[in-house]
């Protein structure tokens, strides 16, 4: 396994256990309208917002990581891409 696809299996596997996270609070968020429907109570409906708010975070930080990821492979593979034209230019010059 390369440097980038290991870069790349560890931003997957960060994004896929906050899309996890995500996916618990939305949920959370979405049940919490019952209780508030039932029992009028306010709190429920600050629970489900806040629920609302963190898979807005995890959202942001899921492209954040997936983005920051995606920029060091390309850094990473375009200076791997200038030292093998180097090479091969090199290499068609002893010819």
Request: proline fraction near 2%; include cysteine; charged fraction near 20%.
């Given at each position: 396994m390369t440097y980038e696809e290991r870069i790349?299996?560890?931003?997957k596997r960060k994004?896929?256990?906050?899309?996890?996270s995500e996916l618990i609070a939305?949920?959370?968020?979405?049940?919490?309208?019952?209780?508030?429907?039932?029992?009028?109570?306010?709190?429920?409906l600050v629970f489900s917002a806040i629920c609302f708010s963190y898979c807005a975070f995890a959202e942001t930080?899921?492209?954040?990581?997936e983005k920051k990821a995606r920029k060091h492979?390309?850094?990473r593979l375009k200076i791997l891409n200038k030292?093998?034209?180097?090479?091969?230019?090199?290499f068609s010059q002893d010819e």
């Open positions: 790349a299996q560890t931003a994004c896929d256990k906050l899309y996890i939305a949920a959370f968020a979405l049940t919490a309208f019952l209780p508030y429907l039932i029992f009028k109570n306010i709190s429920f930080a899921i492209l954040f990581i492979i390309n850094r030292s093998l034209e180097r090479t091969v230019r090199r």
